[in-house]
């Protein structure tokens, strides 16, 4: 998600190379691009080749939820597999009348409310405004 910030940072002033991001962002340049492959391979991001080469996003910033990312680097967004959509495992209890299930349900629709309605458009925002605020360590 930082990897995916930094590009749309820059958007419309050319690529951004991993190396320059990983420094920026503290973190391995092999653990982001292996992130950045993958979000290639969906068409996040695309690469440019050569001297000058990088990353850029493939849509704009802020069609981009984090929902959308999250799931497709971390997959799905519920807490347990007992109330996912994507990846439902039945936990062995009769469902209907398990109290833990309902709770985790309310918070699996919790996290999609939140993570649906952010964009990496929004998160560009709130990185510029708190580094106004609080500046870089």
Do not use: W
Not at 16 to 42: G, P
Not at 49 to 57: A, E, K, M, S, T
Not at 108 to 113: F, H, T
């Amino acid at each position: 998600m930082r990897a995916l910030v930094q590009i749309a940072l820059h958007d419309g002033e050319g690529v951004v190379r991993a190396r320059d991001i990983a420094e920026k962002e503290n973190m391995s340049v092999k653990f982001l691009e292996q992130v950045l492959a993958l979000l290639k391979h969906r068409g996040i991001v695309e690469t440019r080749r050569g001297v000058g080469g990088g990353y850029v996003l493939n849509h704009p910033a802020e069609s981009i939820s984090l929902a959308e990312i999250i799931r497709l680097v971390d997959g799905p967004l519920a807490p347990v597999n007992c109330v996912s959509e994507m990846a439902y495992v039945a936990c062995g209890q009769n469902e209907k009348l398990c109290a833990l299930k309902s709770v985790m349900g309310e918070v699996r629709l919790a996290i999609i409310g939140v993570l649906e309605r952010i964009t990496v458009a929004d998160l560009c925002r709130r990185a510029v405004e708190l580094e106004k605020e609080f500046g870089r360590n």
